[in-house]
């Protein structure tokens, strides 16, 4: 069963710095689909950053350039490096993970998910 689970969250101010960890258990980031998502109070769930093997990386345009996802295999862990964060980038962030190729940053396509990590930015 793959479990995923989230780490890094906190508070910062506005131009702040975090990485998120997400662990993976057993060795699947190398094969799977897997994104980030948030959801912000009141607002839907979306897609910040992804990589699929089929699709490649793909960056929610707010996000594009100060953002950045990557894989560390060996350590079955994926990342988001934030850089830049603004107070509307304040929200609950879950990763997700998918063996299907083309998921995209479409949350509905992921089965698997962890159980989030808060990110709040003060201005």
């Known amino acids: 069963q793959v479990q995923l689970v989230e780490s890094g969250g906190g508070s910062v101010q506005t131009g702040g710095s975090l990485r998120l960890s997400c662990a993976a258990s057993?060795?699947?980031?190398?094969?799977?689909?897997v994104g980030w998502f948030r959801q912000g109070p009141g607002k839907e769930r979306e897609g910040v950053a992804s990589?699929?093997?089929?699709?490649?990386?793909n960056y929610e345009p707010s996000v594009k350039g100060r953002f950045t996802i990557s894989i560390d295999n060996a350590k079955n862990t994926l990342y988001l490096q934030m850089n830049s964060l603004k107070p509307e980038d304040t929200a609950m962030y879950y990763c997700?993970?998918?063996?299907?190729?083309?998921?995209?940053?479409?949350?509905?396509?992921?089965?698997?998910w962890g159980q989030g990590t808060q990110v709040t930015v003060s201005s």
């Open positions: 990589i699929d093997r089929a699709s490649g990386t």
């Open positions: 997700a993970a998918d063996s299907r190729a083309w998921r995209g940053r479409i949350s509905s396509a992921y089965i698997h």
């Open positions: 057993g060795s699947i980031l190398s094969t799977y689909s």
